[in-house]
């Protein structure tokens, strides 16, 4: 590996935290190398990304109590703060809930398998989650 590879940071960690970002890059790096597949699906959003996420979950849920299950206003939002990342494919998300602890990153909902934050020191287990973004 050239030594430009193993400085650059993954592809969708653009505006995350450092930390988040470099442990990101990490885990991504030793899932493909166990030949798994994992990529950012989403990383940082913009204030205007994420309001317009809430407005469609206002939408397609019905009120603010069902829509904040699956989707927080962009004042909340650790995805506008950098310091959340969905990611896919689900075998690769069931590998980062496996794996990822050793690098601090845990799944933090029940009902999302694909949001992923930084929320432990590297190797330490990882917070129990919780059931859903509302209760945050």
């Not at 493909?32 to 990304?49: D, F, K, M, N």
């Not at 206002?58 to 004042?75: F, I, K, M």
């Not at 310091?83 to 590998?95: E, F, L, N, R, Y």
């Amino acid at each position: 590996m050239e030594l430009r590879e193993q400085t650059q940071s993954a592809a969708g960690t653009e505006g995350l935290d450092p930390s988040l970002a470099v442990a990101y890059t990490v885990a991504e790096r030793q899932a493909h190398a166990e030949g798994v597949p994992l990529s950012i699906t989403s990383g940082h959003r913009t204030y205007e990304q994420q309001q317009w996420l809430w407005n469609d979950g206002l939408a397609t849920y019905g009120s603010p109590e069902e829509a904040r299950r699956w989707v927080l206003p962009p004042e909340e939002s650790t995805h506008v703060s950098g310091h959340a990342i969905d990611v896919g494919p689900q075998v690769g998300a069931q590998w980062l809930e496996n794996n990822g602890y050793r690098w601090g990153l845990c799944r933090t909902f029940d009902n999302e398998w694909w949001h992923f934050e930084l929320v432990t020191a590297p190797g330490a287990p990882c917070p129990p989650r919780a059931p859903d973004a509302s209760l945050r």
